[in-house]
């Protein structure tokens, strides 16, 4: 059933199409159908234009066998439009079927490794009054070094295939590397005997020693500690035409190293009020020691442990200072801890969100209401989408539409800013490449989700914002980037 | 054999033979599903084989109708 590689709706192969799926992580490729689906459809335009041409012709002819015969030619021509619209109607339907079909072998994997890891424990936990705490660490090294032995074997496997060792791009462990954050969990309530049947069938990130409480856990005790004073402010303001596609939101995401900073919002005057466009950057710093800048590791870490963190934070100052009614529509767009940022502020920041677009962020695991339409862009290579775990399955999951993408060579041999060259599948111009061929493809739910958020993208005048966030503590601090400067405020 | 192109003199004729040609222009995908060796790649296939015959029999009875009086 698989052919080659990944998605839940329309599917990518070769990457130079995206697949779309109704929701949360897919696993087969329907790229293939949906690209013939949109052959096929611009096959029956030329068709049914062929046929409105070839009636003018038939009714200006005078009866005469010329006329009949043309006249029977038209009949086959309706005949032909009919029947490649339903065919291309009907692989769009098998598209989307085997997504669903996809969805459910996911939630199959997810629960295999829900079992293995809570049978794992609790044979630990077993095992530890016959042979002891030091023999039961023994075992559990043992198990951790069969898994090495595994990644090892099959990065050397892609290494082969590939010629480059990348196993932080390979798509086989990025879903196995989802699969065991997602079950680490059940391993602790089975050393635990606690874990319950449910407990194998669903995900829930918040549960006891869920991904919430362990994210929660490393970065109080690793990383920089989150919760001091932050500085917002706005920095350039500049006017602005309103965006008209999904490609011209990925454009306008800021890049946080930029002194002009993090944020930016946009303000558009409408009939009812004014509508806001939010874009949020991603990680500035993986820093242990971020210094001044909110946007680091520690945020990546409490954001998926679904805690308040310092660049939260600080987005919801700057909508608060630009001025955002509660009662006032608001797009969120993000990459990477922008999404994450996006997402969390849809969940909890007490915005009439309007719709939220996020590209390569660890978000899959987050349900955001129904009333909120969300469009997620992955590539199978980028290792962050997976950081949240297995992605939100069932009508919620579903509700989130996901255009997936697997990059050739896996993103490498393409330029990528510094930072992202490791993981050159994660960065935000591949993002926005991906997203302009989703549109050109201009698949169904695609265009779905463009209509739902059609109010933000009308090409209406309004006012850009940029703000710049940053950390102030009492004494001087590091900057992020190493300086012993604190960057000024502009 | 298709009929002779028209005389000039015959506007009908020449509207019968443009349509024609769009209709040979159509652009019919290929009949491949990439990838996929399932029912719905071999129904795909012979719907885009079916709708391949049908516009060449459109074509015919259009240069028919060309040919007629």
């Not at chain 1, 611009?42 to 066998?65: D, K, P, Y």
């Not at chain 1, 077993?126 to 559990?140: C, D, E, N, S, Y």
């Not at chain 1, 590539?379 to 950081?387: F, G, Q």
């Amino acid at each position: 059933m698989r052919p080659s590689s990944a998605s839940g709706g329309p599917g990518a192969t070769g990457g130079s199409w995206p697949s779309v799926g109704g929701g949360g992580t897919i696993a087969v490729e329907t790229d293939a159908m949906v690209q013939a689906s949109h052959r096929l459809g611009l096959a029956q335009e030329a068709i049914a234009g062929v046929a409105g041409r070839t009636a003018a012709c038939v009714s200006a002819l005078a009866a005469s066998e010329r006329r009949n015969r043309a006249e029977a030619a038209l009949a086959l021509l309706r005949r032909a439009d009919r029947q490649a619209a339903t065919a291309a109607a009907g692989l769009r339907t098998a598209a989307i079927r085997y997504g669903t079909v996809e969805h459910a072998v996911l939630d199959g994997q997810r629960g295999i490794a829900a079992g293995l890891a809570a049978l794992t424990g609790g044979t630990l936990r077993i095992l530890m009054p016959v042979i002891g705490l030091g023999g039961t660490v023994i075992v559990a090294a043992g198990v951790v070094d069969l898994v090495a032995v595994l990644v090892v074997v099959r990065t050397v496997q892609r290494t082969a295939e590939t010629g480059r060792i990348a196993p932080q791009a390979d798509p086989v462990l990025l879903r196995a590397l989802a699969l065991v954050l997602a079950s680490l969990d059940d391993g602790v309530r089975g050393a635990l005997l606690m874990e319950r049947a449910e407990d194998l069938v669903t995900n829930d990130p918040a549960g006891p020693f869920g991904t919430e409480q362990v994210g929660t856990l490393l970065a109080g005790l690793l990383l920089h500690p989150a919760g001091g004073p932050l500085s917002v402010v706005p920095t350039t303001r500049r006017a602005v035409s309103s965006p008209r596609s999904l490609t011209a939101l990925a454009d306008r995401l800021p890049d946080g190293h930029e002194r002009a900073g993090q944020v930016r919002i946009e303000r558009y005057a409408g009939e009812d009020g004014p509508r806001w466009i939010v874009y949020i950057a991603g990680t500035v710093t993986f820093a242990r020691d971020s210094g001044d800048e909110p946007f680091d590791l520690a945020s990546d870490v409490l954001g998926v442990a679904h805690r308040t963190s310092d660049s939260e934070r600080a987005v919801l100052e700057a909508m608060r200072a630009a001025g955002i009614g509660a009662d006032e529509p608001v797009l969120l767009v993000g990459h990477s801890q922008g999404a994450l940022n996006a997402v969390r502020v849809a969940q909890d920041g007490g915005y009439l969100v309007g719709g939220v677009v996020q590209f390569g962020g660890p978000t899959g695991q987050v349900a955001l209401p129904a009333s909120v339409p969300v469009l997620a862009v992955e590539h199978d290579e980028d290792l962050v989408p997976v950081l949240g775990g297995t992605a939100a399955s069932g009508a919620e999951g579903l509700r989130r539409v996901v255009v997936r993408r697997s990059l050739p060579d896996g993103g490498f041999g393409v330029v990528t800013s510094e930072a992202t060259a490791a993981f050159p599948a994660h960065d935000l111009g591949a993002y926005r490449r991906t997203i302009a061929a989703a549109e050109a493809a201009g698949d169904e739910r695609v265009v779905a989700f463009t209509g739902s958020i059609g109010p933000f993208l009308d090409g209406r005048q309004g006012t850009s914002t940029r703000w710049r966030a940053r950390r102030v503590s009492p004494e001087p601090g590091r900057t992020a980037d190493g300086g012993s400067v604190r960057r000024p405020n502009r | 054999m298709l009929p002779d192109l028209p005389s000039t003199s015959d506007a009908d004729a020449l509207e019968l033979a443009t349509l024609e040609r769009l209709v040979r222009e159509v652009p019919v995908p290929s009949p491949d599903l990439p990838g996929w060796q399932s029912l719905t790649a071999r129904e795909y296939a012979a719907a885009v084989h079916e709708l391949a015959d049908l516009l060449g029999t459109v074509a015919a009875a259009l240069a028919a109708a060309r040919a007629a009086a």
